[in-house]
């Protein structure tokens, strides 16, 4: 058995649910992933790499769009950007930036433009105040917080639209490894705030799409 | 200070939320809340309760629409229902109709009807596979979970809409309490699934309500 | 050996530390705190318990001031409260408030006025800005916070005061028995925020008595 | 006392249970895996070596046929692998490849042949469709899966042989570690499903091994 | 919606995994398991019924053969239970007797005769040390222990079958909840244990179906 | 967006709540600290830096006064330390010394000064009664303790000062990470004591700069 | 199989390790613990029962010395107690006393001896100071403690003989059920302090009585 | 303040408690540890370390008497070690070595002779079996066990002298870190053994010491 028969890439995910084929890096060979890429290369197709470690990258055969602050990589044909931005990606301290900017090029994989809103925690509120109308403009709100996570809580009672919150393993001690952020969001005392994995931009990116999706099929409900 | 002092009601969430103020009974004594009631009852103003125990609900002194499944009860004037149903309530088995009931009524309190489909779990795959049309039909699926909690992760790789899991404390030994499933959610590995606090019903409706609401943001965004 | 032989009674805490002896009620039995309260009744003391179940309370022999709601007790003559309340007491919700009682009932007994100010937690940010030149107008202040305890972040942000954050059990699924509180607060973004074990109202007003004594000895220190 | 008296192998361990002693190399100095493999080689008898490092392998002083993926090593003879394959073995995705690796040479130094299946996850439904009559096939099946594990409950709704389900620490945030898979087996709807320690594609062979030997004395109890 | 809409029976399970449909009654209302028990009585059906306590038992309107120490029901027709035992059920302590019967009814359920071995652990090891050729006669082997569940890795370092460890939550301090059985029998040095979940007597006799059911197609496979 | 834009300096703290802006380096990149550290330099501004690796300080382009022990670093002019010792800093033993140090230095930095009494922990309790008339004399008292943190709870029943615990990380096994010195802290039989984040010296130093400003407070009210 | 095959005495216990036979009675029914009794009487024996409710005892149809505090019972002869008393039981809290008794009994059934010092926390030291002597001139000192643990390693500090210490489930947030004080006498920093499970009063006895053989033995060693 | 103010040694450690003064190395500095041996060979006094890693050593300034693998050091004169061996102990695994050799060199720096028997782990009971008298010939012995920890309940339950089990880090997946080895050694159903933390040989051999010293003190009350 050699590493060809290690991947079964999932071309067919879009047309199901909308999402593209994403290749998980950090769990995979450089050998593996120069395999899938040469398998995607030769059917034409593109695909977006996560958690790409920048010796990893640096082993690759193949050439890719990098970006080391979130560690995530293109191969193949971008996406044109364009129209307003129905999501907002709220950072609330510059420690949680990698994990935005993960959604943020996730979202620009796909073509949809986001807005980022960096430092904007809880402990000095008038930061968050004097963003908060351009924040509520957005359908879509994607909050990334450490430590205490008290930002989604806070954006909760305030905005109207759908709120996915990324915990990160920014801090130390009760804070290391985003436990506590986690926990927070989820007991968080505003409704309906709905949750990702710790540090899992991308999958709050996916999420922010399925919101679109939604919007989408509502319309064709009751147009 | 007296029993009047202790409560704040939050009469202007709906405009600013879009979700109106909800009492959780859980923490509340019948005294707190039939102050809470009485209050509320003053101003002609409604309220939704969770987590209303049958025997709190017994020793108050108000009239309340009252479910003993999903321990919710409704005080003043009910909402109608109408319009076809944005959302598929999911519960992957017959113990986790309780929390499915909540998500229910959450919504039928705001007057959006909602489709529950119950024991639809992943040991019988035939089952979601006879039901998959019609939960694939509803922009916004509420899937709720307990014990490994892999439904959730397979309605993700089938279903392109909104997706809201909720982990339950159905279960024993490591399943007791929800935090396997709860972490089986979080790790998913189905894209763009989030997530909701163990059993909290009442909050993957509002979830479902805000989606609803960044739904009706994108429509005025792009006509 | 007789149940006598179970005490040791530290009536000499005062002079050491500033504190007076307290009985926790819940891990002893009826027959224990009856022998206690004999023995500081022969000395002519008072005593303050905490944690005694009204179960146990109907137990007992003595004669007590029982307060329910924070299942506090004193035992003997109480003191005269004046003067202006160098203490607030936020709780976060109505569920947190017999945690803030436990802490006012023991500032109390010490002779220590408090300001009691319930439910403005941060899902409704307009309860809290309403209060809060009332909330910094204080020395100390004691945020007693459940669920995701943001509220203690928000206040730490914004009161430059000694600031005591009490986590509670309150809440379900993540939230149950206080931990993700607790972990909340430890991990705050606000500097300087001290924190207690979960539930303990009556730790957080022996260390509101610390600060106190603190400033009469830096006023001597430099008067 | 020197290194020799640090080790006593145990070369009946065949006649009594049917499985070969086997040296877990990772809590093990080269200095001690040198002398045991000294010691076999006197003896004549042949060694696997289990979690052995690529470094502490170069420190070695024998021969040894060294898998870097798995990270094991055959010391002496291998064993002829012949007939069909009693056992499959399916990784959930490519990332859980290593583990099945570990588990397939396992099997091979016992001269048992095993079909590897990867990459066949439930987020892609259709890739375990393709090959799920090949998987029933075998009368054991082992499934290696990370994350939220949600791969075995779905083998074990359709597939009815033994079922041996191996999590692996693949993942990040709450996945990170393996408990999350791990309990997610555990609390598994599908009924009868086993489980082994995290990453322990080993013991899942030996425990398949163990199948195959109660398959045998079966036959001999009711021939 | 109404009762009957809450559950769907997984009649075709035995032709898919060799398996019946079970009834986990824990998670369930009487009014849910009555109207389970009317759908499987109108299509002349037997059912099996974990988790039952003795209160809810009492509560159904339904005639079953119901054992307290199990908290196991069987609705409709017993099987014959016939030929040689294939299965020896240990249990290390007189406490762990109540997840051992779980495991035997489930067996005789389907017709499978175990032999029941209690109080055996490894305190006094002599008490093993008696029954040890009984236990090695049994092709699949089940224990049963809790607290630090050393049973397990001793037995699996005498007996060559297919062991099956359910770990169970008796004892107290570390103890309480077994998991510190589970985490001691996943992590036996002994080769290839299986584990199930604490308290899961159920589950470790569906593994051993599995085991005989494997048995039965190796035979095909090489007969 | 360029690195500008991902964060926004807090300088209204001081008046908001009498703490200066810090910087939490250790989860921001050399890239961000530097442009933090212009923008600070172009409004005049000074910053102090916690949490700082000698590697990551190497990478900096601007001039710090930097202290390797505590990981801590002054941008801008140092502030004159004068008059009496409100403060003293305790530290249970010698590998406590870098948490203690960084309280100290953080209290340095906002003109503060300090007693350091180091080295004194309970496994001899001489060493303490030596130095506990010096500790008394303190209106604030640090204590920084690793592993089973006992000190706190020994200082904190013989001294009355406002008294601020903060576990350390130092030790192994059950001590790795700081939980079980959290837990003991937070657990104390010693009534009044406060806690701060494991290792959390910077938050230790700020919580006693807010009882210095109760105390001025106070003194305003009650002159 | 009756429920005369669900256990098997260890009468040779004593012979083996010098300790009895001890009837765990949690987690046993009224039904087993009877019929054990029987067997014990038939064959003349004494038994020893911990861990014996009052209600489970009340369903007993044995005469039993009951003592509803430590919740332990003598079937059969009791031991004459003689001598000094080579063990002190030294309980840090009133509430930690039931642990200290079930200790107390469990020597006292052996013969031996023990002083019972109760209520000497470290929270007020000079109770501790008060009966140092006392303590010290015990070879053997057992300490029981819960909430942070404290005086074992105050004791162990000034006290040169074996030192045992039993954790206590005593206190509530996160000293609840335990492991707190049980972490904190695991790291404590005062050497040599050996710990039982939580509240194992019983085994703490056991270690006592090894002590105590080991004396003995090393005085035939080396008379 | 200096380096030398930042440790205080307590040289008075023998006459109050019977045990030496020990460096634990790991939190502290080269710089620290060569100021206290200096201060301790200023005074003419030996030391013992642990837990001194070999980069530590080599940056150190003062000789010392290294052993690589448990990771101690003698600084100043040995001890003469004389006598039959009163102290064995048992290590489970080859891997569990370095903590066996850990409490040998603390013993052996007491000047007390301890026998150390390696690899004897409960998967092939016979190599246990085969050196049982030889075990059962020392009054004190410490067993030292990773992974599931079996083997203390299986000496436990056939050895009568003082038992010291000390559970090891050795293992991955859920034995990782020594939480598992230790929980079950405190569940072990083996009476009157008595745990250290994990990986602590130095602490077991202190234990150990400590109950020398109290057969001592037996020998004195009853000669």
Redesign the interface.
Known sequence: ?SVA????L?F??PE????EE?I?A????AE?IDA?LAAAGERGARLFLT?LDPEKRAALRHDLDYCP?SRTAVFGRPNAVS??A?VAIV???????PVAREAERTLAYAGIRAT?I??????????LQRRLDEIRAH??VIVAA?????LP??V?????????AVPT????????????????????????????????G??AA??A???????R???E??P
């Open positions: 058995m028969d290690e991947f079964t999932d067919a995910r199901r649910i909308g999402l994403t998980y950090a769990g995979k060979s593996q899938i958690r602050v129209g307003a129905p950072a609330a301290g510059t420690s949680d930036v980022l960096a430092d904007v925690g809880v402990a000095g509120l008038w930061r359908p879509v450490g430590m205490d996570a008290a809580s806070v909760g009672g305030l905005v109207p639209g759908a709120l996915i393993s920014v801090g130390y001690g009760v804070a290391e490894g985003g436990r506590a952020a986690l926990d927070a969001v989820l007991a968080s005392c505003a409704p309906g705030i709905t949750v990702c994995n710790i540090d899992n991308y999958g996916c999420a799409m399925r919101v679109l999706h939604a919007a099929a509502l319309r409900l009751s």
